[in-house]
T-cell receptor, first 116, second 111 residues
Framework: NAGVMQNPRHLVRRRGQEARLRCSPV?????VYWYRQLPEEGLKFMVYLQKENIIDESGMPKERFSAEFPKEGPSILRIQQVVRGDSAAYFC??????????????FGPGTRLTVT | TQLLEQSPQFLSIQEGENLTVYCNSSSVFSSLQWYRQEPGEGPVLLVTVVTGGEVKKLKRLTFQFGDARKDSSLHITAAQTGDTGLYLC???????????FGQGTTLQVKP
């Protein structure tokens, strides 16, 4: 997966707890995308970030979800007060965006969140 | 809302056969990417097509981007059991490049 790292790979949380998902992009990539894959559904865009900026969060639920990509360190997707419907695989992808036309994205292995 | 319709959703063929997977939309995309995803893993990028009418080959896989950049196809020649997996097409949308994914095609190649 071209060097994108995500952790943890599996995360179990009880209803009402917080979930923190981390993503380290490919070295040198400054653009990060988060996607969610619900059981039996396709991948859906959530949020697009550049270093220290949220560019597009149109796919992210308005409540309980937040994302950041600080100047130093990994990108974080945070889900507060998790509910069973948040159970899904969350994927991070990074892009060099050298070529605006190609827009290639390289995906991490994902974090499987299970809410009990 | 931009949508990508991918077909067929499931395909079961014998080793050695040829197959084609289609991705169609009413929207124009700046680029289109094909991925393969194994169970429990993230999608792995196979190819990106950018120019209308573009054809790219990757060994036995041939990818084509429609002239109007609204559709794409993946053709596999002489399928092998190792080709078994989930194939996803994804169109890059708008200025941000966020990907709109098709529903995926689950391919099973039987020996």
């Amino acid at each position: 997966n071209a060097g994108v790292m995500q952790n943890p790979r599996h995360l179990v949380r009880r209803r009402g707890q917080e979930a923190r998902l981390r993503c380290s992009p490919v070295k040198g990539h400054s653009h990060v995308y988060w996607y969610r894959q619900l059981p039996e559904e396709g991948l859906k865009f959530m949020v697009y970030l550049q270093k220290e900026n949220i560019i597009d969060e149109s796919g992210m639920p308005k409540e309980r979800f937040s994302a950041e990509f600080p100047k130093e360190g990994p990108s974080i997707l945070r889900i507060q007060q998790v509910v069973r419907g948040d159970s899904a695989a969350y994927f991070c992808a990074s892009s060099p965006q050298r070529d605006r036309g190609a827009r290639e994205q390289y995906f991490g292995p994902g974090t499987r969140l299970t809410v009990t | 809302t931009q949508l990508l319709e991918q077909s067929p959703q499931f395909l079961s063929i014998q080793e050695g056969e040829n197959l084609t997977v289609y991705c169609n939309s009413s929207s124009v995309f700046s680029s289109l990417q094909w991925y393969r995803q194994e169970p429990g893993e993230g999608p792995v990028l196979l190819v990106t097509v950018v120019t209308g009418g573009e054809v790219k080959k990757l060994k036995r896989l041939t990818f084509q981007f429609g002239d109007a950049r609204k559709d794409s196809s993946l053709h596999i020649t002489a399928a092998q059991t190792g080709d078994t997996g989930l194939y996803l097409c994804a169109g890059a949308s708008g200025n941000t490049g966020k990907l709109i994914f098709g529903q995926g095609t689950t391919l099973q190649v039987k020996p």
